[in-house]
């Protein structure tokens, strides 16, 4: 355990450091010999020898990667200079970290659209960072078209998943419009035949020498979109269906991260996993009862102000977004009696509340996860971050690992638990029936609601 | 041309076969070396030795995996034996071409649940013979919990997704039954905590030795479910709209296979693809003519029977599914007045007919880069086929390369010029609502209708 505690010290308490280099302590050592003399001793495995190939691969690679660099700015730099290593990073961490809250706050200061834009603006950077990790992967510098072609994949995939958003929720609004009319109607052919294009324009850029480099990225490019851009399709309609349910979880994640480090720094003793050898359970779980409190009273504050909570809807009166409503159930305070020692009690409660609990626990128990994956990433490729945008944090998809399934997480949730059917969503539908189809609906409508009333 | 030509006698003319081994005619090879030396020229490539380690890699590969046998059944090949090896192909492969499209008949002859078996297993054998070629490509036998992960995966993808389609067409049955209602209403939160899971257990089954290995297999299997499930998921749904929707499409590509094999065989002269040495322009647009009149003649004929044209819903009255129907207008002969040589003309036409040769324009013309890319893919690591399972044609996935992209771009097309808003749908959706909102839309269509009517 002192070794763990020295080892922390020399590396700065960098929690996030996902490459230990060289230096990995004697006792994940010796679990990794077990383990792979286990895997030597069963039939199937390779001998040293004939695995050279790929081994020889990926260390060639760490050299032609370029590692993020931590660069601090100069004057940040000259002013803790005095500080010991562990503790400058400490608070180099800790200002771009308010920095970045003080950020966020501001975006949201700006209204859903600086969000959704925010939003696109992140999803393009990650997609930039893991694809160019893909270029030094592969050292495709020759390769035919490659740049353009992933950048076309994302343009595509972009262009069908906010198209499906916007269609979905100003579909009245552009249909209006004569000449983008044909945009609603024909959405996903068109996004078909964009992704067709892309399609074709790969086959054709295929040249013998690389077929496999080519193919690898192929695959790279398109894990790359799943991961980025459908979840945050995801984010965009979580943002639809009111603030809250975009800020609560993005914080969570924020906060489980902030204080799993704060844990692990002041109190981290027990390792946690070996994929990221800075973790610990001290860390996960201190940050994981913090971030349930945190939860708790950031949802009862939130929960107070119509412009967080209304879903996001056009309103044809307005001609514009509309985020006031009524407060549905869910943000009216509801009486619930408790017994407490034998006394009875009512308390007045948000139902948002006791969904906030299971958000948070979520984002402290699964989220991780996330964060381990990114770090087993970073690991095979043996890069330390994803670029170095960000001093102390790395690169914007180093704080961004675990946001993506957190987002898919919180759109399931509201589609299982939250969202019913809404009577105004139908109704559109309706409306944009033939008037002998709509005459249909209600004799229909009129007959079951006469046998429902009687 | 004449190398061309002696060239596909000498490999049996098989039009498939990706893999040319060393015995690549002259005109590609130089192409190939201008090619590449216009690459050696730019600065930024890579020079021949510092590519090695993957060139080793990638020839080490073919060693290791098997390779397509062309295995003939004893009784044909001892039948066969005087004929010369190009007509041997020939005749193998025609004898089991007719066996494959018997076998097709039959499943449509034992109905739509049949078919969506069939459906189901071949994306289950179709994603074994990618999953393994991954496998052999990373050499992974002794890799923790590889095969059960990828396998997981593909049964927590299919559980959401046909279980998607199962909610959309049987939700109202499935609800009868008390015990399976939640199945319903929390499929999402289901399938995502399944999922959830999984990732779970594939960090944790991270050792550090193998960390490229298993996040390159991991991108492997997503890639696989990407093209295998989702592409699966929506020929379910088509099959759903009616019979002929599946059955049109899927002809047209094997029509589009045969007589492109045909005409190249007679015909072909003029090399069409670098990918895929034994394809020829003659075969192509032989293909495309052909499937165009196949199209335009099979359309005609199914368009006749209600089994083919009707969409498939459940029946309440019945209480099973139903496939008879009044015709939609698409399958109802339609007057078009024609001038041919100045004297008026009216014919009769079903309108789906000029649907097919949308359809049939996709399959022979885009259709074909499905197998173009397949093709890359194989030679890519080295291999003939995805499988030996039928003797002349190589692997299942061999024979559905194209089916895939085919399927989306029909779902695509029902979806953007076909698929109106069903009235009956929405009435479901409407009963689902609590009686209060039920009246609330009934006085809000009360009102546009009475708007509407005068």
Not at 30 to 36: D, G, I, L, P, Q
Not at 353 to 379: D, E, N, T, Y
Not at 429 to 441: A, F, H, R, S, T
Not at 445 to 454: A, G, I, S, V
Request: charged share 15%; hydrophobic share 45%.
């Amino acid at each position: 355990m002192a070794e763990i505690r020295r080892r922390k010290q020399e590396a700065g308490g960098d929690e996030d450091a996902a490459c230990m280099g060289p230096s990995i302590s004697p006792s994940i050592t010796e679990a990794e010999k077990r383990n792979s003399s286990a895997a030597d001793s069963s039939d199937h495995i390779d001998s040293e020898e004939e695995r050279l190939p790929e081994e020889k691969f990926v260390d060639d690679l760490s050299k032609s990667i370029p590692q993020g660099t931590d660069k601090t700015p100069e004057i940040l730099d000259s002013a803790l200079k005095d500080l010991p290593d562990r503790w400058k990073n400490w608070v180099i961490r800790g200002i771009f970290t308010w920095i970045m809250i003080c950020g966020f706050a501001l975006i949201i200061y700006g209204g859903p659209l600086a969000l959704m834009v925010t939003t696109l603006l992140v999803q393009v950077k990650c997609f930039q960072e893991i694809i160019s990790i893909g270029y030094q992967v592969y050292r495709i510098h020759g390769l035919p078209w490659f740049r353009s072609l992933s950048w076309y994949f994302l343009l595509t995939s972009n262009y069908f998943f906010y198209g499906e958003n916007l269609v979905d929720y100003f579909g009245v609004v552009i249909n209006r419009v004569e000449y983008l009319k044909f945009l609603v109607t024909y959405h996903r052919f068109l996004s078909f035949a964009l992704y067709c294009i892309g399609f074709v324009w790969f086959v054709l850029s295929l040249v013998k020498k690389y077929y496999m480099k080519q193919f690898s990225l192929f695959a790279w490019t398109h894990v790359s979109l799943l991961i980025v851009v459908t979840q945050s399709y995801l984010i965009i309609q979580n943002i639809f269906e009111g603030l809250i349910w975009f800020i609560v979880p993005v914080s969570m994640i924020i906060c489980n991260d902030v204080m799993a480090y704060m844990f692990g720094f002041f109190f981290g003793k027990t390792p946690l996993i070996k994929l990221s050898p800075k973790k610990t359970w001290e860390g996960f779980i201190g940050g994981g009862f913090a971030t349930v409190l945190f939860g708790l009273l950031f949802s009862y504050i939130l929960c107070h102000y119509q412009y967080f909570v209304c879903p996001i809807v056009y309103s044809e009166e307005l001609g514009s977004m509309s985020m006031t409503c009524q407060p549905s159930y869910l943000f009216t305070p509801q009486d619930y009696s408790l017994k407490v020692l034998g006394i009875g009690k009512t308390i007045s409660v948000f139902p948002f509340i006791w969904h906030s609990i299971a958000l948070s626990l979520f984002s402290s128990i699964i989220g991780p996860f996330g964060g381990f994956f990114a770090s087993g990433f970073k690991r095979a490729f043996k890069i330390k971050d994803f670029g170095d945008m960000i001093p102390g944090h790395g690169g914007i998809m180093d704080r961004f690992d675990c946001q993506f399934l957190m987002a898919t997480f919180v759109n399931v949730y509201i589609s299982s638990f939250i969202r019913t059917p809404s009577p105004s969503k139908l109704l559109t539908q309706i409306y944009n029936l033939k008037p002998e189809q709509q005459l249909q609906i209600y004799s229909a409508l009129k007959e079951n609601l006469f046998d429902l009333l009687t």
